[in-house]
Structures are given as structure tokens and as C-alpha cells.
């Protein structure tokens, strides 16, 4: 059980530590990030109700504000992970490794904290 909380709380923090570094990108690095949704054919006006949704995500996993709420965080996280590591690929730039961490991060926080609670 030590253990698992370990793991948790490694993972959790390394996905919180990822998801800040995306939404401070996106706050204070604003056209670097324009370039880059523009080259992956996103618009470029949800990135910062997206940089938001990220730190109200973080919030709820890190605060622990209600299971439901806390399972629509992960679910939040998991989708934008997976729509960023496919459009990486499908514009061939290379840069899918972030996500693909990220969701690494987030399985692991998911289910080893799912075993932590039970």
C-alpha cells in the first residue's frame, strides 16, 4: 500500500509539474503557441480557455473536490493528451512525446491512485 502511494503521488506530480508547463506556455508564451496550433490546424481561440480547463483540472485531481468531479478531470486530461499525440503525428512534426508522457502520467496517477483509495 506504501508503495502504491508512492507511485501516486510520483506520477501525479509529474503530470501536474507537465500540465503547468503547458498552461504557463500558453499564458506567457502565447505566439509561440498561435504557431503552433495554427500548425496543427487547431484555432487558435481555445488556447486559453484550454490553459484554464487545465489548471481547474489540476485543481480538482490535486484538491480531491469529489470523486465524479475528480473522474471528469481525468477523462478531460485523457482526451486532450490523446487528441495532441495523434496530431502530432498526423502533421508528422515529431513533438508527440510530451503527450504521450503525459498520458503515461495520467494512467499511472489514475489507477494507482484508484488502488491508494481502495
Do not use: C
Amino acid at each position: 500500500m506504501k508503495i502504491q502511494k508512492i507511485i501516486y503521488w510520483i506520477a501525479t506530480s509529474l503530470l501536474t509539474l507537465l500540465v503547468l508547463f503547458s498552461a504557463g506556455m500558453y499564458f506567457f508564451n502565447h505566439e509561440e503557441i498561435i504557431k503552433a496550433f495554427e500548425g496543427l490546424g487547431y484555432p487558435t481561440y481555445i488556447i486559453y480557455p484550454l490553459a484554464t480547463l487545465k489548471l481547474i483540472g489540476l485543481a480538482v485531481i490535486l484538491g480531491n473536490l469529489g470523486s465524479k468531479l475528480k473522474e471528469w478531470a481525468y477523462a478531460g486530461f485523457f482526451f486532450n493528451f490523446v487528441l495532441a499525440f495523434f496530431a502530432h503525428i498526423m502533421v508528422g512534426d515529431g513533438e508527440q512525446i510530451g503527450a504521450l508522457m503525459g498520458l503515461v502520467f495520467l494512467l499511472t496517477s489514475y489507477f494507482s491512485g484508484k488502488k491508494v483509495r481502495s
